[in-house]
């Protein structure tokens, strides 16, 4: 399984939110790209990055910021971007910068042909961020009304899944572990866990979950819950 460790930039700065609360923001640093060489130093072969200006406004602010880690990452590690990218341009864009692979998460979920069409540039992941199963959008600010397991039958071109239980992010109180598994069993494109991890012992959880492809874990690292290394050797298997 895959570790990505995460930078969610605001303002150019590392912060983490709590449960997708912009009122409710902790910042680690002032260099985001510091951050993503300290992560390919310890061994992650890929780094998740959200900007979360972006998805809040749909103003790039902080693309340089994303071409500048993705440069200095070059030959390292992966970059997958997620955050405000709701059109081919933003696509295009990042895929000029050198990103690897683009998550999209509000445009998919109320366009869901831009997924194919975005597919033909490069890799997408689509986001599905949910409260009690219902999708959010717009930076988890508005509720869709679609549900996630219908959601994960309307993108046959993605490359993963991102889900992300909110209520559960920057908790640190653990993945859920039923609903992911539920998920998997319902789609055969590969899934990637964010939101709750806090321990080991959450990953250990999230290994024995059947067609995970990786987990997206920010803030226990930079609460010193746990290394980028010490997860790395928990996930095992491959990191590629």
Not at 40 to 48: C, P
Not at 58 to 76: F, H, K, M, Y
Not at 90 to 116: K, W
Not at 167 to 193: F, K, Y
């Amino acid at each position: 399984m895959i570790l990505y460790p995460a930078i969610d930039i605001r303002g150019g700065c590392v912060v983490r939110l709590r449960q997708g609360d912009y009122a409710d923001e902790t910042i680690y640093g002032s260099d985001p790209v510091a951050a993503a060489l300290a992560f390919a130093d310890a061994g992650a072969t890929w780094v998740h990055m959200v900007d979360l200006d972006a998805a809040r406004s749909g103003d790039p602010v902080n693309r340089s910021i994303i071409g500048e880690v993705a440069q200095a990452l070059r030959g390292r590690a992966k970059l997958q971007v997620g955050g405000g990218v709701r059109t081919l341009t933003d696509v295009n864009q990042l895929a000029t910068a050198g990103v690897s692979r683009v998550v999209m998460g509000s445009a998919a979920v109320s366009n869901p042909e831009l997924v194919v069409q975005a597919s033909t540039v490069l890799p997408i992941a689509v986001g599905l961020d949910h409260r009690d199963g219902e999708i959010a959008i717009h930076g988890w600010t508005k509720a869709s009304g679609l549900s996630l397991v219908a959601a994960l039958d309307m993108f046959r071109t993605a490359t993963v899944f991102v889900i992300t239980d909110i209520s559960r992010d920057g908790m640190l109180q653990g993945p859920d572990i039923d609903g992911l598994r539920l998920a998997a069993n319902a789609t055969t494109i590969p899934i990637i866990a964010s939101g709750g991890v806090g321990t080991l012992e959450h990953l250990v959880q999230l290994v024995n979950v059947p067609k995970l492809q990786g987990v997206i874990t920010g803030k226990a690292i930079y609460e010193n819950c746990f290394s980028v290394q010490e997860a790395i050797q928990v996930l095992g298997a491959s990191q590629q």
